[in-house]
C-alpha cells in the first residue's frame, strides 16, 4: 500500500510538471504573438501618423490652390497677364539692336514656294561659287 501511494505520488507529480511545461510552453506561444502584435501596430500607427501628417500637407495645398492668390500669382507670374495700368517690360536679347516697330507684310509680298526637287537639283548640280 505504500508503495502504491509513493508511486501515485510519482505519477502525480509527473503529471503535474508535464501541465506546467505545456503551460510554459502555451504562455510562451502567446507572448511572441502578443510582441508580433505589438509591432504591427506600432508600425501601422507610424504609417497612419505619416499619412495624416501627408493628407494635412495635401488639404493645405488644395487651399491654396483654389485660392485668389495662387490664381493671381500665376496670372502674373506664369501666364504673363499684367493688371490694367501696368507697363509690361519684354527683355530683349543681347548683343544686337531689335527694331521697335512693328513688321508688316504686305499682300504683294508673298514668299516663293520651291518644289522639294528643285532644293534637292540645286544642292547638287548647281555651283555656287564666289
Known sequence: MQRLKNNLRQILVGALIVIIILLMAEFNNRMSELNRLSEQRDRAAAQITSL??????????????????????????????VRPGDNPVVPLPEGGAVSATPVSISPGNKPELIENWEVWYALFFERNEP
Open 52 to 81: 495624416m501628417q501627408t493628407q494635412a500637407v495635401l488639404q493645405t495645398q488644395i487651399a491654396y490652390a483654389t485660392s485668389v492668390a495662387a490664381v493671381e500669382e500665376w496670372a502674373y507670374e506664369d501666364g504673363r497677364l
